[in-house]
C-alpha cells in the first residue's frame, strides 16, 4: 500500500466542480500541499491559486505529482482513473460514489498491472495527521497525530471512532476509509499488512459493517498470517433486517451470510479484540497498551 509523506505534491482531478473546489480547500488548509488540478478544457485557470492542467500527464510533468483524489461523476469515473493510471499516478484516492461494479473491477485490475494503490471508490479517503496529509473529504478535527490505525467500510463511523480515541489521548498515524461498495480496491488485509510493518504503528482498529465477506476473509487472513500488532474491531449493523441495504451498496445480509454475528465470531476467533459499540473501543486499546 503506498501513501505520502508530509509536504508531497497531489493532483485533484476535476477540481473546478463544487465538490473537488470546496475540499481541495479544505484540505490545503489541513497541510496537504495541493500542488495542481485537472480538468479538460479548462487548463490555464486557477482554483484557489491553484494552477488547472487539461490532463493528469501535464499536471505530473509540473509538479512531479504521484498522488491523485478523484471527485469525478461516475459516468466518468473510469476514464479518469484509467489516465491518472496510465500517466503513472501510484496513489489515486477515489471519493466518487455509484461506481457501476464492472468499473472498479477493471479500475483493479488496472491499478495492479501498474503497481499503483486505488483508495475507494465511495470512501472518505486517507488522514495522515502525524504527516499532515489529507486526501478526501473527512472532518479533520475528529483526526489526532498518534500511532493507531483506523481502517474503516464507513465514513461516518470512521469519524466518530477517530473522535472517541481522540477525546481519549489516542491518536493516530492513518486513518482510511477502503469504501462501502460490494467491491472495494484496498482491502482490509492490504491494511492490516501494510500497519503491521509499520514503526510508526502501535495497533489496528477495523471498522466492519453488515454484508459482504470482508471482514471473514481478513478473519482468515489473521489466521494464516498472526497477529503482529494488537488489533480491536467493531461490526456495525447488529439490529439491521435480513435483506434490505443500509446506507452502502455492501451493506445487505443474504440469508445467514454477511450478519453481524458471523463477523464479529470470525474476527474474535481470531484474536482481534471485539467491542460492542465504537464507545467501547478506547476502553480496549487502553487496556491492551497498558498490558
Not at 470512501?123 to 474503516?152: H, Q, T
Not at 514503526?199 to 482468515?220: K, P
Request: hydrophobic share 40%; charged share 20%; net charge negative.
Amino acid at each position: 500500500m503506498i501513501t505520502l509523506d508530509e509536504g508531497e505534491p497531489v493532483i485533484v482531478q476535476n477540481i473546478t466542480g463544487r465538490y473537488g473546489t470546496s475540499h481541495s480547500r479544505l484540505m490545503a488548509d489541513y497541510g496537504t500541499r495541493i500542488a495542481a488540478g485537472v480538468t479538460p478544457g479548462r487548463g490555464g485557470e486557477t482554483v484557489d491559486g491553484v494552477p488547472v492542467y487539461d490532463s493528469v500527464a501535464e499536471a505530473m510533468d509540473e509538479t512531479g505529482a504521484i498522488a491523485s483524489v478523484l471527485f469525478v461523476p461516475a459516468p466518468s469515473l473510469y476514464s479518469a482513473a484509467e489516465e491518472a493510471l496510465m500517466a503513472g499516478i501510484k496513489l489515486l484516492v477515489v471519493i466518487t460514489e455509484h461506481v457501476p461494479v464492472r468499473d472498479t473491477l477493471e479500475m483493479i485490475s488496472l491499478a495492479k498491472v501498474e503497481g499503483a494503490t486505488v483508495v475507494g471508490p465511495n470512501c472518505p479517503g486517507m488522514i495522515m495527521p502525524s504527516r499532515k496529509v489529507k486526501l478526501g473529504i473527512m472532518p479533520a478535527a475528529c483526526f489526532k497525530r498518534g500511532s493507531l490505525a483506523i481502517f474503516s467500510r464507513s465514513g461516518t463511523l470512521m469519524y466518530e471512532v477517530a473522535n472517541e480515541l481522540s477525546l481519549r489521548g489516542l491518536g493516530q498515524h492513518i486513518a482510511l476509509g477502503i469504501g462501502g461498495d460490494p467491491v472495494t480496491s484496498t482491502t482490509f488485509e492490504e491494511c492490516l499488512d501494510w500497519a503491521a510493518e509499520q514503526d510508526d504503528v502501535r495497533g489496528a482498529v477495523l471498522v466492519g459493517e453488515i454484508g459482504g465477506d470482508s471482514e471473514e476473509r481478513l478473519a482468515r487472513h489473521i489466521l494464516a498470517t498472526g497477529l503482529k500488532k494488537p488489533v480491536f474491531a467493531y461490526i456495525a449493523g447488529r439490529s439491521a433486517p435480513k435483506e434490505r441495504r443500509m446506507g452502502h451498496a455492501g451493506a445487505i445480509i443474504y440469508g445467514d451470510r454477511g450478519t453481524a454475528a458471523s463477523k464479529f465470531a470470525a474476527l474474535k476467533e481470531a484474536g482481534v479484540q471485539m467491542a460492542q459499540s465504537p464507545i467501547e473501543l478506547p476502553t480496549l486499546v487502553e487496556e491492551s497498551f497498558r498490558a
